[in-house]
């Protein structure tokens, strides 16, 4: 990578592989949830992680790329650190709010990569791609939102 633009398509090539792991890990998270709103919200989000890998595969599209990912070191490592939490928290209070630590890793990961790439496609001039990585970006961080208030507002004291 010597120049700008190799480092955006590393960049969308190693996010389009953790939407795509993210998408896979959201099921699992969701039929471990124990709190019926946080099983909702992990729902939700995979529907919104599909939206977003289509939205990545227009990026692609538009500067003539085929659509493939490349090993994300640092999304295998939180999503590993979820799993570990879902297994070893016997509690489903404290497991949901472990999940719910994990899973904003996971969001924090994708907001500062998707705000980065934002920058960087206007630096480009890639402006048909910007909407769409806005867009993905507006839904992490409405993901981030709603953790967030469901940590706060009671999984957090149940946990307790």
Sequence with gaps: ???????????????????????????????????????????????????????LEKVFEQLGLKARG???????????????????????????????AAAQAVEHYEITRYGTMIAWAKTLGYTDAVPLLEANLKQEYSADD??????TSTLNREAA
């Design 1 to 55: 990578m010597n120049d700008l633009e190799a480092l955006f398509k590393h960049f969308l090539r190693d996010i389009y592989y953790a939407e795509k792991q993210i998408l896979k890990t959201l099921p699992k998270m969701a039929r471990k949830a124990d709190s019926d709103e946080l099983k909702e919200a992990f729902e939700h989000h995979r529907e919104e992680t599909e939206e977003q890998i289509e939205n």
């Design 146 to 151: 709603k953790l967030t208030n469901l940590a």
């Design 70 to 100: 490349v090993t994300c070191e640092a999304i295998q490592g939180i999503i590993e650190e979820g799993k570990e939490i879902m297994e070893e928290a016997e509690d489903g209070d404290t497991r949901d709010a472990g999940m719910i």
